[in-house]
Nanobody, 123 residues
Framework: QLQLVESGGGLVQPGGSLRLSCAAS????????VAWFRQAPGKEREGLWV???????NYANSVEGRFTISRDNAKNMVYLQMKILRPEFAADYCC?????????????????WGQGTRVTVSS
């Protein structure tokens, strides 16, 4: 059974850093397109970073220079490194996967989702 489990969320001060992890089971992360999304209360889900099976990546302009995606094939994990966090980045962060190899950040195209991990940015 294909499963995604996120971890690494929590409380961080403004300007701080956090690394989120997405553990995959039932498939290998280097054979699927895996993306990170976030959703803040009252807002639409937003695609942040995506990595496809070939290692190609794409990201949203809103996180340029702050967030980076990476993948560890041996551990079957995908990470989202976040830095210089701001209060408005507080949200539920989820990873998602789809078999089709591309670099789309459109949530509706993803058919496998994790439960999410909550990030709070506050002093």
């Amino acid at each position: 059974q294909l499963q995604l489990v996120e971890s690494g969320g929590g409380l961080v001060q403004p300007g701080g850093s956090l690394r989120l992890s997405c553990a995959a089971s039932g498939f290998t992360v280097d054979s699927y397109t895996v993306a990170w999304f976030r959703q803040a209360p009252g807002k639409e889900r937003e695609g942040l970073w995506v990595i496809n099976p070939n290692g190609g990546t794409n990201y949203a302009n809103s996180v340029e220079g702050r967030f980076t995606i990476s993948r560890d094939n041996a551990k079957n994990m995908v990470y989202l490194q976040m830095k210089i966090l701001r209060p408005e980045f507080a949200a539920d962060y989820c990873c998602a996967a789809r078999k089709h190899p591309d670099d789309s950040l459109k949530a509706r195209l993803y058919d496998r989702w994790g439960q999410g991990t909550r990030v709070t940015v506050s002093s």
